[in-house]
């Protein structure tokens, strides 16, 4: 079991900020999380001892920077069980994604079928959008059941030998259900098919085997886990990898060129990362890993799922409330105040201290299916208490439009 | 006007009446009406704004969408407002509602029951939701002054 409490201590961010005159309750998870203040002294290392470039110098300190970045990635392999040549460091998830979308394309011709569904992240559906409009691919959607969930029948009436590539979420960023990947995989594979899995919103929040699991990509990004913006990554298949292209060329990831046009590029993960790096927040990715590491991500899931039970317990009692996903597998928590638009709410939350975000989370094509123009997310992580949840509830209970109007007066 | 201005109840009241009962809530789909789609990423009101503009004078403004409390009664106040109005009245009066969004010195008696958003900045994401259909107006007077009418 974790200690919320002692845990709770090494964020900054969770001692007593206020927020428009209330104890601050951060329940944005979804969107990103806090760090704990061994992330923020690993990111002011680097540039209070180390400083210089990576992959570039011949002295000590450039070597020093070199081993502490590669360092990031070996944890990283050895957090997803994957192969430290099969880790490409990105900006983020939705690069991650793109990466992947665009580095593909070259073996996808007229009338092939990318496979997603209505409930993926607006990165994970629009570079695949676009791939189709360019190469004449079909981009079709998996049904959903009524709750939103999808149902692995549903994945298996729609597969055939025309399907070339399953882009889907592991764990949906709008509604938190976990998809059965694995058994994914498996089908896809049986049909020839690629499967590039979004990690963005599970690798946070369980353990993830992409070598169990056996997808061909995966993309996640470090602010959504205690870690700093600005980097993230994609694994792949190191097969895959190299047979695909870079979106970008340039320095840093070509091994030979000359001036006649011929390039040689590196092997993979380095022809993916050209030009320098965000240095300080790998390092600080680093230590992201290290600290969810040393408290267990099968105890932070158990924590979490725990947590979220107890809220849905006590929200499921009020009778102002729609909740979208009572039965979500992760710390998100979908909802609106009956009669009351999405974003009066978010102020009236606001300005109670407690943050929670309104609007479609990118999941655009999801709102046809809940029949609802906008919802209200509240996403939990390890760090969040019960004690929060209660005055969470007390808010959500006050929601009234009244209310709701009353912020700005 | 000051004394109804410090009485949140009664302004309350006005956002609560337009946002329930919004006025020229009906687009014509007119074709010499000018339109704005107001919607974007951030925001998730989603409003379609038109105006018949004859010279330089609003003849009528009507609007439609998705959209919260604030954008639907601003807008709903700014139609009512700026309907009738002359360019440069209708000029003058945006001029003063932006004044008092962001805090200066404004006319309030030009502003009528647009005052009741004179504290919205205590939200300050919400400014947007208060501008969205005055934006939509300010741009389409823009383009039928380039238009010359
Ligand atoms: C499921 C999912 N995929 C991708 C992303 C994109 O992540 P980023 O904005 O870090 O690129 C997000 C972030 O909200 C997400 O929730």
Request: proline share 2%; hydrophobic share 40%.
């Amino acid at each position: 079991m974790i200690d919320v409490e002692k845990i709770r201590k090494d964020f900054p961010m969770l001692q007593n900020k206020k927020m428009q005159g209330h104890d601050l309750i951060y329940f944005d998870n979804a969107a990103t999380t806090f760090k704990p203040q061994c992330v923020i002294d690993a990111v002011t290392h680097y540039y209070t001892d180390l400083s210089v470039n990576a992959h570039r110098g011949d002295y000590e300190l450039s070597y020093q920077v070199d081993s502490e970045y590669e360092g990031c990635r070996k944890a990283v392999a050895s957090f997803i069980h994957a192969d430290e040549k099969e880790i490409v460091f990105t900006s983020g998830a939705s690069n991650s994604l793109n990466l992947v979308a665009y580095g593909y394309k070259k073996f996808l011709k007229k009338g092939d079928v990318v496979l997603s569904c209505e409930a993926e992240h607006a990165s994970n559906i629009l570079p695949w959008m676009k791939v189709c409009e360019e190469v004449g691919c079909e981009l079709c959607y998996i049904e959903l059941d009524e709750e939103g969930r999808l149902p692995i029948e549903n994945f298996r009436k729609v597969m055939n030998e025309r399907v070339k590539v399953v882009a889907l979420a592991q764990v949906t960023n709008v509604l938190g259900y976990e998809v059965p990947m694995k058994e994914i995989c498996a089908i896809a594979h049986e049909y020839g098919a690629i499967v590039t899995m979004d990690i963005a919103q599970s690798a946070p929040h369980m353990s993830v085997d992409v070598k169990d699991i056996d997808c061909d990509f995966a993309s996640f990004s470090a602010h959504k886990m205690c870690g700093p913006t600005g980097i993230g990554v994609l694994y792949g298949k190191f097969e895959l990898l190299q047979k695909m292209d870079p979106f970008m060329v340039g320095g840093g990831s070509n091994a030979r060129f000359d001036m006649c046009g011929n390039i040689l590029l590196k092997d993979a993960p380095y022809k993916y990362e050209t030009g320098t790096p965000a240095i300080e927040a790998v390092i600080g990715f680093h230590a992201a890993i290290d600290y969810l590491s040393a408290i267990g991500m099968d105890n932070i899931h158990q924590y979490e799922q725990e947590l979220h039970a107890y809220a849905i317990e006590k929200l499921s009692k009020l009778d102002n409330l729609i909740l979208y996903n009572p039965h979500a597998d992760g710390g998100i928590i979908t909802f609106n105040v009956k009669d009351v638009f999405a974003q009066d709410a978010a102020s009236y939350f606001n300005s109670q201290g407690v943050a929670v975000r309104a609007g479609q989370h990118c999941a655009k094509l999801l709102m046809d299916k809940l029949n609802t123009s906008a919802t209200l997310r509240a996403s939990c992580t390890f760090y969040n208490t019960k004690e929060e949840v209660d005055r969470f509830v007390e808010v959500c209970k006050n929601a009234t439009i009244e209310n709701c109007l009353n912020v700005f007066f | 006007m000051s004394e109804l201005m410090n009485d949140p109840m009664i302004l309350r009241q006005i956002i609560m009446d337009h946002y329930q009962y919004p006025r020229n809530h009906e687009l014509t789909h007119d074709d010499t009406y000018y339109t704005r789609h107001m919607a974007s990423d951030s925001c998730i009101d989603d409003i379609h704004v038109e105006a018949k503009i004859q010279n330089h004078k609003i003849e009528d403004i009507r609007f439609d969408g998705v959209a919260c409390t604030i954008a639907t009664a601003s807008t709903s106040i700014m139609s009512e407002l700026l309907m009738g109005k002359t360019i440069d009245e209708a000029n003058h009066i945006i001029e003063n509602y932006h004044a008092m969004i962001d805090g200066k010195d404004y006319d309030e008696d030009l502003l009528e029951e647009a005052v009741a958003f004179h504290t919205v900045g205590k939200q300050a994401n919400r400014i947007k939701c208060a501008t969205i259909g005055w934006k939509a107006m300010e741009e389409m007077i823009a383009e039928s002054e380039k238009n010359g009418k």
